[in-house]
């Protein structure tokens, strides 16, 4: 079973899912707060890593077979209450990163 956690993303994904600038996300990796893996210049990071970031739990998502050009749909298997209280820890880890990037007022 292959799991979304598995889902990287790009420096400018994050930043753009997060509303940051790009170089707020690399300063998260340099300062040893986000993990990201590193392959020669490129920079990848971890859905989950993100997630653990943001102090969520990652979304109970799973695909029951891997996804490939060609094959048909991918089944999918979700626990929608364990979806929908990740959605609202999201909604809430995105708030609290907004107050946190905004500071004080």
Known sequence: MLSLEWEFLTVAEVAEELHVNQQTVRNWIDEGKLTALRIGR???????????????????????????????AADVSFDSQAVAAALDQLAAGFA??????????
Request: glycine fraction near 8%; aromatic fraction near 2%; avoid cysteine.
């Open 42 to 72: 490129r920079v990848r990071i971890q859905r989950s890593a993100l997630a653990t970031y943001l102090g969520i739990d990652p979304p109970a998502v799973t695909l029951t077979r891997p996804v490939s050009l060609g094959a048909p």
């Open 96 to 105: 609290a990163l907004a107050a946190a990037v905004r500071g004080p007022s």
